[in-house]
């Protein structure tokens, strides 16, 4: 998963989380998260992106570390 912003993401499929840690070492949980949607990022050709356009500001969110 080659991204200049985002180094992994994981998805807990149970509490609907996404879970992305950004290459920085920062990680954010993001709740409701629906599983259509962080396979479609995993998909997509630019995570930042993805990420910037159709999570961000439509998830709440919360820093992990």
Known sequence: M??????HIS???ARYVLRI???SGTVYEYNKVPAS????MKK???KGTY???YIKGHYK???IH
């Open 21 to 23: 840690r950004f290459v």
């Open 11 to 13: 998805y807990d499929s």
């Open 37 to 40: 949607v962080y396979e479609e």
């Open 51 to 53: 990420l910037n356009q």
């Open 44 to 46: 997509s050709g630019s």
């Open 2 to 7: 080659p991204s200049t912003v985002v180094q």
């Open 61 to 63: 969110y919360k820093k």
